[in-house]
């Protein structure tokens, strides 16, 4: 059993920052690949980026490459998400989710443990 709450969203202008965090709880993380999604009103929830639980690779979507970086501390047993650029479309539920293994995946059918998700919001 894991549980998993994220924090740090919040309202922005675009072109700003927010970092979210995703703390763990119940189990490690650390063998574990952990993912960030999220999903705007009336739309279905995308795959956003993702690490892997021993070698920190990350992988992005093709819409946040360059402005978004996935990061991991497991002495805290906690991930984050650095936001930079933030764009209005960026606006959304982020959620974070612990994979079924160590490697990374941008499918949701992946994660098996999920956060309650924290709004980010970005205005023009």
């Known amino acids: 059993q894991v549980q998993l709450v994220e924090s740090g969203g919040g309202l922005v202008q675009a072109g700003g920052s927010l970092r979210l965090s995703c703390a763990a709880s119940?189990?490690?993380?650390?063998?574990?690949?952990m993912g960030w999604f999220r999903q705007a009103p009336g739309k279905e929830r995308v795959f956003v980026a993702t690490?892997?639980?021993?070698?920190?690779?990350?992988y992005y979507a093709d819409s946040v490459k360059g402005r978004f970086t996935m990061a991991r501390d497991n002495a805290r047993n906690t991930v984050y998400l650095q936001m930079n650029s933030l764009k209005p479309e960026d606006t959304a539920v982020y959620y974070c989710?612990?994979?079924?293994?160590?490697?990374?995946?941008?499918?949701?059918?992946?994660?098996?443990?999920w956060g309650q998700g924290t709004q980010v919001t970005v205005s023009a």
């Open positions: 989710a612990r994979g079924r293994g160590p490697f990374v995946d941008c499918s949701q059918s992946g994660y098996r443990y």
């Open positions: 119940g189990s490690t993380i650390s063998n574990y690949a």
């Open positions: 690490i892997s639980g021993s070698t920190r690779n990350t």
